[in-house]
């Protein structure tokens, strides 16, 4: 699974990858997840599954789904503040497996 993290910079989601990828690993699934910003992610959306957006921007949805052409989905801000890696994953296969 490849997952692109944007946010307002690219910079407040590197905890949340780390503990994503961690999460990933004790499961025994393939992670591959990088972070950008929500000014750049056209340049580097175009080899992942799917877009995730931290809550900051979550009004950006529709325009990065346009965008993108791809899956996007806003974290919810208790599970982002927490880094709550398992909610997440649940809520990125709901999308994906649809």
């Given amino acids: 699974m490849k997952v692109l993290l944007v946010c307002a910079a690219g910079m407040s989601t590197s905890i949340l990858m780390k503990k994503l990828k961690k999460y990933a690993d004790e499961q025994g699934f393939e992670l591959e997840i990088a972070a950008t ?42 599970d982002y503040g927490i880094a709550n890696a398992a909610n997440i994953f649940k809520e990125i296969h709901k999308i994906l497996d649809k």
């Fill in 37 to 78: 910003g929500v000014n750049h992610y056209k340049e580097e959306c175009g080899g992942y599954d799917i877009l995730l957006l931290g809550p900051q921007i979550s009004y950006q949805k529709d325009n990065v789904a346009k965008g993108s052409g791809k899956p996007v989905m806003v974290i919810a801000p208790q």
